[in-house]
């Protein structure tokens, strides 16, 4: 049996780029819509760099979003000090 390819967060995050810039092109998806994605998949891709996740997708569950999220959401508290 041959073994599935370990894909990783920036692979998957190069195809969404590429699918976004062609609903873009066909006039299904804005711009400010695909700049609201981009900055939330860069803050992602930074969360695991910063907390030294792995940036495999199968490593990357529920848990972790869960991470991530809390952490965007002290970011914001924090930001309106």
């Known amino acids: 049996m041959k073994e599935k390819p ?3 967060w920036r692979e998957l ?3 969404f780029d590429k699918e976004i810039s062609e609903q ?3 006039g299904d998806l804005r711009e400010s819509s695909a700049r609201v994605y ?3 998949s860069d803050q992602f891709e930074r969360f695991l760099e910063h907390k030294k996740k792995s940036a495999l997708l199968q490593d990357i569950t529920e848990d972790v979003a869960t991470e991530f999220r809390e952490d965007r959401i002290n970011q914001m508290a924090a930001s309106k000090r």
């Open 6 to 8: 370990l894909v990783t």
């Open 13 to 15: 995050r190069e195809n």
């Open 38 to 40: 981009n900055r939330t």
């Open 24 to 26: 873009i092109r066909m």
